[in-house]
Nanobody
Framework: QVRLVESGGGLVQPGGSLKLSCVVSGTSTSWNHMGWYRQASGKERELVASITSRGMTSYTDSVKGRFTISRDNAKNTVYLQMNNLKPEDTAVYYC??????????WGRGTQVTVSS
């Protein structure tokens, strides 16, 4: 069974930075297109960043230039470096596979709160 464990969230002031980590167990992420999703209160979950098995990355427009996704296949870990955080980035962040479909068992996520 695939298990996803996210960490690294917290409370940060606008303009601050956080680095999220996601450890995947039960499968190898080496060949998978992985991504970071977020869900703000009262909103649907959205994909904010993804990385293919070859390292190609893509981002939703609202985080381009501020967020960087990376992966360490040897550690089965996916990262999300978030800089210049804004209040609208406040959400629970999750990692999961992007294609062909997300794994059915999502992790608990990690809360990111951007507030002064």
């Amino acid at each position: 069974q695939v298990r996803l464990v996210e960490s690294g969230g917290g409370l940060v002031q606008p303009g601050g930075s956080l680095k999220l980590s996601c450890v995947v167990s039960g499968t190898s992420t080496s060949w998978n297109h992985m991504g970071w999703y977020r869900q703000a209160s009262g909103k649907e979950r959205e994909l904010v960043a993804s990385i293919t098995s070859r390292g190609m990355t893509s981002y939703t427009d609202s985080v381009k230039g501020r967020f960087t996704i990376s992966r360490d296949n040897a550690k089965n870990t996916v990262y999300l470096q978030m800089n210049n955080l804004k209040p609208e980035d406040t959400a629970v962040y999750y990692c999961n596979r992007v294609s062909p479909d997300p794994y059915p068992s999502w992790g608990r996520g990690t809360q990111v709160t951007v507030s002064s």
